[in-house]
């Protein structure tokens, strides 16, 4: 009985997942990641951010100024942020991210005794 209820629910998980995937949102999404990775600038700034992030943390640990590699990521984030590519993905990881959020928020829901 036990079984036949958790592959009952592994289902309709399975339900939630594929209509997500076939979701003009998600789908949006992914178009936007791909043309995102296949951009001129974007892939640079974003892996030039990750390693100034990575040193800020080395250098923070080490008991260092880290003022000058701030600066340089705040301007790193204003010039990903001028690009509307950029910030079209963004928006479309915001409402995916929002459908998630109600999707956990009404599973959770279920189980408040």
Do not use: W
């Not at 998980?13 to 979701?23: A, L």
């Not at 990521?73 to 479309?92: K, N, R, V």
């Amino acid at each position: 009985m036990e079984s036949l209820l958790n592959s009952s629910i592994l289902e309709k998980v399975e339900e939630i997942v594929d209509t997500v995937r076939e979701s003009s949102q998600y789908q949006n999404y992914l178009m936007l990641e791909k043309k995102m990775q296949s951009h001129s600038k974007i892939p640079k700034l974003i892996s030039r951010i990750k390693e100034l992030q990575k040193k800020a943390v080395r250098l923070e640990s080490q008991g260092h100024d880290i003022s000058s590699v701030e600066t340089e990521l705040l301007d790193l984030h204003h010039q990903l942020e001028s690009i509307p590519l950029y910030c079209d993905f963004i928006s479309a990881q915001e409402e995916l991210n929002e459908i998630f959020s109600r999707i956990k928020q009404s599973i959770e829901s279920l189980f408040q005794f």
